[in-house]
DNA sequence: AATAATTTGTCCGTATGTATA
DNA sequence: GTATACATACGGACAAATTAT
């Protein structure tokens, strides 16, 4: 209905599509709720529905909205923004959000330390370490699939604490560290896995970011380290200064 | 040749990925080189073919190594450590790396802000925009592909600047500002999209690092605001406590 | 230029141990 | 305890892509 202005000198379809945004920002469309059709949005902007198609792409492409055949354009619901810093802890990050964090075990398994984990963990190569696999995740939606390495002799009955206390932080307060912070933080990307895939609620060939951090007591003791792959589409890592 | 050791315990295709870990971790293989054949690394650990083909699929997923069907299975370069920090300049890092970086003008339109852009460079709705596209490479290697936004009206000629000098800190120096910092950084992952898998030199499906930053001079004002994708098989980003 | 050899990818099957219901 | 499912490990055969002859 309300027709839009448009401006001269800049691409139509660019036009198109920071008119969608701000109608996104402004909360004229909410998360998860349905953009009209096509056509009607060509009609309210007097262009062609291939140019609003065009504008809907480039808003597809940088993740906004997300178009279903048959049923419409969706606008993708906020990224869960994640802040990396010393301190991180992923329920402090998701209770700061107003989100239910929730950790669940799925598996953990005694193993001996390969030169590379040794090295990290400052611990002897073959020193027996536990596994811990995760799903990390917020008002019931999956965030991360990550897995943990910490001494196995340092801490005896990790998995069983953190299957009771959902919580690695939780963890190792249980075993008396009141204080940790990360020591360092690598972040990649790659395609999610088959397993993955399946635990995160993922179509396959969708990214996820990989992050590999090592945690260490106050006086610089590693503690843990872990390989952490989050759904791409559901978070956003914000790099602030301390 | 060498037989390894193996012990109990643990799966074998892990004691097998492990091993390999080790060996290009020692550089006994060398990045970019090629492993011996499956049956060869089989024979060596004296396990069956498959549990080899198990062991390099858990390195494949991570990105270690990289295997071509006829040909054989390859180390993968290692990535370019990539620092984040208030003072990330992309010239710097990679000539850090002792390798040569390259910024390169793909193309440069004079714009109005939208509101997005407006509210993160502090500037009036419509107010003149130059946007910057640009391809940054290591040694001839593309690493990134990058939307810069800035003032039209503070900095006049940005893009033939840009075109010349080939870096966006000497831009900035051009203009007088000797000194910037990142306000805010803020990282997902995607996939890359048909124009940048060109210019990235990336397959079709593979995922890219999008990092979008604001940079502000050292009394705070926003000078620029940019939305960079990185070849994620290339780069690594770091992060540590400045 | 055509062929053979090599190497990874896929599929079949068999057997065993270990959790889980 | 029993049955079921799953991961692990091995063996063989062939397809598909690449490289060497």
């Known amino acids: 209905m309300s027709a839009e202005a448009l401006s001269a000198g800049v691409a139509l379809w660019r036009q198109v599509a920071d008119g969608i945004e701000q109608a996104i920002a402004d ?13 009607e949005i060509a009609e309210n902007y007097g262009v062609n529905r291939h140019t609003v198609r065009r504008a809907l792409a480039a808003l597809a492409e940088r993740g906004l909205v997300r178009a279903e055949r048959g049923s419409g354009t969706f606008v993708r619901s906020r990224r869960i923004a994640y802040p990396l810093r010393t301190r991180t802890r992923f329920s402090e990050i998701i209770n700061a959000g107003g989100r239910e964090p929730r950790g669940q075990l799925i598996a953990a398994e005694r193993e001996p330390a390969s030169g590379a984990l040794a090295g990290q963990l400052d611990l002897a190569i073959g020193a027996p370490l536990f596994r811990i696999e995760a799903l990390r ?17 340092r801490f005896p009955d990790a998995p069983k604490v953190f299957a009771a206390k959902r919580s690695m932080t939780k963890v190792l307060a249980h075993y008396g560290i009141s204080d940790y912070r990360r020591l360092s933080t690598r972040i990649t990307a790659s395609v999610v896995d088959a397993a993955d895939a399946a635990r995160l609620d993922l179509a396959a060939g969708r990214p996820v970011l990989v992050v590999e951090s090592i945690d260490v007591a106050a006086d610089g003791t590693p503690l843990l380290t872990s390989r952490a792959r989050f759904a791409a589409e559901r978070v956003e890592f914000v790099i602030e200064p301390d």
Chains 1, 2 share one sequence.
Do not use: M
Not at 27 to 39: A, D
Not at 139 to 149: E, F, L, N, Y
């Open 27 to 39: 909360g004229r469309y909410l998360p998860g709720g349905k953009l009209p059709g096509e056509t």
């Open 137 to 153: 995740s917020a008002d019931g939606v999956p965030i991360s699939r990550g897995t943990t390495w910490l001494s196995a002799v």
